[in-house]
């Protein structure tokens, strides 16, 4: 018998997604197979419009796929109830959006724990330890207390990479994470998930336009017409 380590930490098998109904029904992933390993740190491609996003959002159980299999950790979500799917994303997986989504009037430290402290009712002594570490981690120990609009767009996306980082995930999904930023901070970005995916063994699936950071990948997948190519 296979020891439950030993399953991949996500596998998808003729995953289908259908945005809309009758007429206006539009079929954007049809029948995609994916296996990800624990660990690795992964370039998603693929044309605009061609589903990364949504890929990234069924991994992350915010969005339901039409059919087929998808199992994490071993474990089947496809049809799960909501509960379980929440219970899933807050324990397995983190985020990390093109634009950071940071509470602006919220400091660094605030911004990193705020999704903590909510799901927790309580903002713990430990949740502030915990991300004081993390901001340290992604270099920014000297902003913690610095209001979100006074830090550059580089050093939100890393605020951005902490937040995600403060349960812990197996998983991080970088939806274009460096979409919205220069080329030097993009590159910091990069260091930085490169650093979390060796240090902390967290896996990344990156999607991106951009051959120079699919470059700094491990793997790349690539979606065209629904599939994985
Ligand atoms: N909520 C939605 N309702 C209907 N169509 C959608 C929705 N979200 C995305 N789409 C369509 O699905 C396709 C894939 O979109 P998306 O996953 O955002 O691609 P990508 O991230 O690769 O640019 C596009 O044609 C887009 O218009
Ligand atoms: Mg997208």
């Known amino acids: 018998m296979t020891p439950p380590d ?29 296996t990800l390993e624990k660990g690795r740190m992964i370039a998603l491609l693929g044309a605009s419009g061609s589903g990364k996003s949504t890929l990234l959002n069924i991994l992350g159980t915010l969005l339901r796929p039409t059919a087929g299999r998808f199992t994490m950790l071993g474990q089947e979500l496809f049809g799960a109830d909501d509960a379980t799917l929440t ?4 324990r397995h997986i983190g985020f990390v959006f093109q634009f950071h989504n940071l509470l602006p009037d919220f400091s660094a430290l605030e911004n ?3 999704p903590t402290a909510v799901r ?3 903002e713990s ?5 915990r991300g004081a570490e993390l901001l340290e981690l992604v270099g920014l120990a000297d902003r913690t207390h610095y209001r979100a609009t006074k830090l ?3 050093q939100k996306q890393r605020v951005a990479v902490a937040r995600a980082l403060m349960n812990k995930p197996d998983l991080i999904l970088a939806d274009e994470p460096t979409g919205n930023l220069d080329s030097v901070s993009a590159q910091q970005v990069m260091e930085l998930i490169k650093v979390v995916n060796q240090r ?3 896996t990344f699936l990156i999607s991106t336009h951009d051959e120079r950071i699919a470059a700094q990948c491990e793997g790349r997948l690539e979606i065209r017409d629904g599939r994985i190519i």
């Open 6 to 34: 030993a399953a991949p930490l996500v596998e998808l098998r003729g995953l289908t997604k259908t945005y809309g109904e009758g007429e206006t029904a539009t079929m954007v992933l049809k029948g995609l197979d994916l």
């Open 87 to 90: 219970d899933f994303r807050n």
């Open 112 to 114: 990193v724990i705020f």
């Open 120 to 122: 927790e009712g309580v």
């Open 125 to 129: 002594a430990q949740a502030r330890l």
């Open 152 to 154: 550059s767009g580089g």
């Open 200 to 202: 902390e063994g967290t």
